[in-house]
């Protein structure tokens, strides 16, 4: 049985280890549009930014692709995909499959023209965390765009450099979609508190200017100067290439329970690009985050070996800045009431539940990994509001 | 199978913990991970592995069964 996986990043990376791990002793390959594996990406926006990582960690080195027996096809786009025959099609020719995995992940999003301008970085690869890294070390002043995680944790690093920081982000706090309004207005105030200047409401309408010499009209009339812009807006699934192939495509590759490509045969779809039906959730989701490229891959592995597992992991992401670690398991939900459960919201550390009085749908925790646990369990098992905040009152929350 | 966590690489993000609680418990001072079982046995070995997968840190290796066991110690 020939297996080809599409994107040679951590999700395509970690299945095909796993694939091999398995018992999968037949063709194995891995294609990539870049000329080379990818780098481990986490770092990218953390440790290694702040020049505390020398260097990025290769998710696959030639020794293991090589040990392995992985076939890689690198540097060759693929084009599409021939449902019919059975056929990846590259730019230059066909890889013929019995199973296709899908794990050709993200791209940024882009603000139109805006980001081609020099001095305007986006951070998703290598290249672009040592150019934004060699551009951070030279400047004074960075303005970023987009107050998701990514832009929290950069204006984090720029601030540690002594790289004074704006951030402008259209919501109406920093990682409102991760972490709620509520919790998300508690950290901007403490990105706020360290100095950096956090604009909500408000969008970027133009950039002008060159490296090193930027002016960037808001669209509130305000004009921010920077040396150097981040644009961190979100990601969008890496599916250009799958239209008109009868895969169905809804932002990312619709995908069921056990992440097949809905209605078609001998695909299946892992990490950032897949839109599976999450039974725990019951909902149709997509999730860009580490852990669940990593965890679907091992079920993917699985499935596409004959199993039929559904992947229900309650997703997690965990984010370094502000000297800490925020964690959050589950999805908060934008209308969630919020009980702090280890700490209070003047703590540092601190552990929150979020959900709606009747189900939990998220715990949230800054530097408190391990009181977080049992919150988590509580979440995973399903408990009820009642039963979880009854158990915070149970035990002594004391100073995590 | 046995597993080991480098605890000069672990930075207890407790991943491992939320993969495999029966394997990987943390540490109540640091919050390092540490080993509930060793050697892991059959049942536990998906677990274990997802353990080792999962670490953002890649502090968890599987090693020979004559390697082992030392990791337990706080």
């Known amino acids: 049985m020939r297996i080809v996986v599409v994107g040679a990043s951590l999700g395509g990376v970690r299945t095909a280890q796993a694939l091999r791990r398995l018992g999968h002793d037949g063709p194995l390959v891995l294609v990539d549009a870049h000329d080379r594996v990818a780098v481990d990406r986490p770092p990218l926006s953390k440790a290694y930014l702040a020049g505390d990582d020398p260097e990025p960690r290769d998710l696959l080195t030639d020794e293991q692709a090589s040990s392995l027996g992985l076939e890689l096809v690198l540097g060759r786009p693929a084009t599409g995909v021939d449902l019919a025959s059975h056929e990846v099609v590259l730019a230059d020719g066909r890889l013929p499959y019995d199973r296709l995995v899908l794990a050709c992940g993200s791209h940024p999003r882009r603000l139109g023209r805006l980001t081609d301008r020099a001095g305007v970085h986006l951070l998703r690869t290598e290249v672009d965390a040592v150019a934004l890294r060699d551009a951070l070390a030279r400047a004074e002043r960075v303005l970023i765009v987009g107050g998701g995680f990514i832009g929290a944790e950069v204006a984090w690093t720029a601030h540690r450099r002594g790289v004074a920081a704006t951030i402008v982000e259209p919501l109406p706090a920093l990682m409102v979609r991760g972490l709620g309004p509520e919790l998300g207005q508690l950290m901007t105030e403490r990105h706020r508190r360290l100095g950096t200047d956090v604009r909500l409401g408000v969008g970027v309408e133009d950039v002008t200017g060159e490296r090193g010499r930027l002016t960037s009209r808001l669209t509130d009339g305000e004009t921010v100067e920077s040396d150097l812009v981040l644009v961190g807006v979100g990601t969008v699934p890496a599916t250009g290439w799958l239209e008109g192939s009868g895969l169905t495509i809804e932002d990312g590759v619709h995908c069921d329970s056990t992440l097949a490509a809905a209605g078609v045969p001998d695909v299946w779809a892992v990490g950032d690009v897949a839109r599976w039906w999450h039974p725990r959730l019951e909902e149709q989701i997509r999730v860009e985050h580490w852990t669940n490229a990593v965890e679907q891959s091992g079920v993917v592995a699985k499935n596409v070996l004959g199993d039929a597992q559904a992947y229900d992991a309650m997703p997690y992401v965990w984010s370094d800045q502000l000297g800490t670690r925020l964690q959050i398991v589950g999805r908060v939900r934008p209308d969630d009431q919020v009980c702090f459960v280890v700490g209070t919201a003047h703590d540092d550390a601190f552990v929150a539940v979020t959900g709606d009085g009747e189900h939990v749908h998220a715990v949230v925790g800054a530097g408190a990994t391990r009181e977080l646990m049992p919150y988590r369990k509580a979440l995973v098992d399903g408990a009820g509001w009642s039963d979880v905040l009854a158990r915070s009152a149970a035990v002594s929350p004391g100073t995590p | ?74």
Request: with cysteine; hydrophobic share 40%; proline share 8%.
């Open chain 2, 1 to 74: 199978m046995r597993v080991r966590v480098d605890l000069n690489v672990c930075q207890g993000h407790g991943v491992c913990h939320m993969s495999a609680p029966e394997v990987y418990d943390l540490d109540p001072e640091d919050g390092h991970s540490i080993v509930m079982l060793d050697p892991v046995p059959p049942e536990h070995e998906d677990g274990a592995q997802l353990g080792v997968d999962s670490c953002p840190e890649r502090a968890i290796s599987v090693v020979s069964a004559a390697v082992g066991a030392a990791n337990n110690a706080d």
